[in-house]
């Protein structure tokens, strides 16, 4: 398999999606596919390594996540507490800087102090950005946006003030979102700024996603051609 690529996005957002099918397809619980899922986030952080990736975000739980029953929402929570809290996590070992985006506070207090702890430890790493959308959603985004400014004294507001104002801030906008499952939708993810990057919607679901089709969807990106409105 040939690895040249020359075009190589900066920012990949990927919309996991799938889990409880590949779970209900094999006549198990939802959450085995939620367990599968964490597996399928450390492949893919060690395949952003492998490329060169600067940051990616997982969307991991949006604001319309908690419609689902507490068993599954607490088994989302238990998942991501374990995999913050286990000894030999790939963060450190290969400076990885952990944040977050969304709005926390719903959260367990000791999953949120696990976080906290993570990202801590972790920032002054700068190989790769690892962004956990968590409890996050694109309009609850740009209202809490909005609203921090209308706070600081605004009237009125302009493009780059929203942009500054947003949970990705300090982040570049995503130039590459991949939504596993065959579904095509953002169901709220980064609307703002999504703007411009390119779609992807691979039919594989999310806990069977591995290097290859990681590969697979860095050769579709080489096919695209961002023209972001002008003429090329
Ligand atoms: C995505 O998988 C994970 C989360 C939303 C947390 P789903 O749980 O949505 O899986 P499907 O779409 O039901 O297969
Ligand atoms: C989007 O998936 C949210 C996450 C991946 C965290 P959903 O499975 O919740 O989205 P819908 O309900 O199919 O639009
Ligand atoms: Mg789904």
New binding site residues.
Partial sequence: MTRKLNKIPTHIAI??????????KRGLP?NF??KE?VNAIERTILACLKYGIKYCTF????TE?WK?SKE?IDG?FNLLRDYLNKDDNIFIENQVKISSLGVLEPFPEDLKKSLYEMQEKTKSYNKLVVNFALNYGGRDDIVRAVNSLIEKGYTKVTEQDILTALDTKDIPEPDFVIRT?G?QRISNFLLYQMAYSELYFPSV??PDFNERYFYKALKEFQKRNRRFGGIK
């Fill in positions: 919309i996991m999606d799938g889990n409880g099918r590949w779970a209900t939802r596919g939620h899922g969307f991991a739980f949006s996540n689902r599954e989302i499952s579904e679901l999310w």
